[in-house]
């Protein structure tokens, strides 16, 4: 029996030697935009990773709210919780996200969030491909 192993996707980096291109986001760093309760961190946005994805982490005071249902049609979305507890909106019902809970979204997967907690909590929010949320964000 043979391992079928799916091809990778096409180079999309071709020169002959590698480059220094990394770069880190330290954790003490302020927010890049902040509303009354609501911290955003844009950790790695449409911008910076050329499309990719947007990864940000949102820190949400006691009762600080969130979206209702929702979906987007050209992305999908993953939640992944650091701490606190998040409500979560799978499509079907709010259930609580406790850290180290995680939900994925596909394109046009109803969901939301909200902290109604009276503790904060804090997520990261994955959208693949990326697109510009601080629009909406700072909206």
């Known amino acids: 029996m043979s391992l079928v192993v799916p091809p ?11 480059q220094v291109s990394a770069w880190l986001k330290r954790a003490d760093q302020p927010p890049d935009y902040e509303t009354p309760g609501v911290k955003y961190h844009y950790l790695a946005n449409q911008q910076a990773t050329d499309g990719d994805y947007g990864l940000y982490r949102v ?15 050209a992305m999908s979305e993953a939640f ?33 969030f909200r902290n109604e907690a009276d503790e904060p909590a804090s997520i ?16």
């Open 8 to 18: 990778y996707p096409p180079p999309r980096y071709t020169a002959d030697e590698p």
């Open 124 to 139: 990261l929010m994955l959208f693949a491909p990326g697109a510009p949320r601080e629009a909406y964000f700072e909206g």
């Open 80 to 112: 992944f919780v650091l701490s606190g507890t998040m409500k979560l909106y799978d499509g079907s019902e709010w259930v609580d996200g406790h850290p180290r809970d995680f939900l994925y979204v596909p394109p046009g997967g109803v969901h939301g």
């Open 59 to 73: 820190d949400i005071g006691p009762a600080g709210g969130g979206p209702g249902p929702h979906f987007h049609r």
